[in-house]
């Protein structure tokens, strides 16, 4: 079946450090994929996607690429914050799934000043 | 402009009891879908509902169900509660119509089954 891979955490960084979290994926044909994050006390937020290879999702200074032939989606950030510490989750959605998300178990990011 | 609001926040109940829990959408959304995310883990789909029918339905069993009132607010039943019904739960909405597709999450419902 369909399944989302996530590295395992929880992930620990001082400020400004470079920042990785794989994910790989398992689907049928060609999901659209996204990356979550879940602040402290509050709900999922939508941080990007990417709906077909080779697309590149950003916000907020993260970035992951669409890479159809490894499977992955790995979330990257130049230089992380401790605004940043929170659980990003990676997730893909199937075409005609319309809002029927498969995620991974998160990763949780914890940055240090 | 409220997001999307789950009630209660917190709730405990016993094996073999039942639960309702409750969603109002964010403004303007029409779609309601529902998760489980156990302590450690993802959100699992439970299902979604769009103009009052159920549309689509995760690997859940038929203890769980669900209703979506003509205001768009939904609410999830769970019967016969076990132990690892024990979850966050969380609602999720969205546009039927939008082409992105984005769901917004409340802040969810966490039960806990003695």
């Known amino acids: 079946g369909d399944s989302v891979t996530q590295m395992e955490g929880p992930v620990t960084l001082s400020e400004e450090a470079f920042l990785t979290i794989n994910c790989t994926y398992t689907?049928?044909?060609?999901?659209?994929l996204f990356w979550y994050v879940q602040y402290p006390g509050e709900g999922l937020q939508l941080l990007l996607k990417?709906?077909?290879?080779?697309d590149k999702g950003s916000n907020k200074g993260f970035e992951a690429t669409y890479r159809k032939e490894t499977t992955s989606f790995h979330l990257e950030k130049g230089s992380v914050q401790v605004s940043d510490s929170a659980v990003y989750f990676c997730?893909?959605?199937?075409?005609?799934?319309?809002?029927?998300?498969?995620f991974g178990s998160g990763t949780q990011l914890t940055v240090l000043p | 402009d409220a997001g999307v609001t789950q009630s209660p926040t917190h709730l405990i109940k016993t094996r073999g009891q039942q639960v309702t829990l409750r969603c109002s959408p964010k403004?303007?959304?029409?779609?309601v879908s529902w998760y489980q995310q156990a302590l450690g883990q993802g959100p699992q789909f439970i299902f979604q509902?769009?103009?009052?029918?159920?549309?689509q339905r995760g690997n859940f069993p038929d203890r769980f169900s669900g209703h979506q009132f003509p205001n768009y607010s939904s609410e999830l039943n769970v019967n016969a509660l076990l132990l690892g019904d024990s979850a966050l739960y969380l609602c999720a909405s969205s546009l039927q119509g939008a082409t992105t597709g984005e769901l917004f999450f409340g802040e969810g419902s966490r039960l806990t089954v003695l």
């Open positions: 990417a709906t077909k290879a080779d």
């Open positions: 403004s303007g959304h029409d779609t």
């Open positions: 509902y769009y103009e009052e029918e159920e549309r």
């Open positions: 689907a049928t044909g060609y999901p659209s």
């Open positions: 997730a893909l959605r199937l075409a005609g799934s319309a809002r029927q998300l498969t």
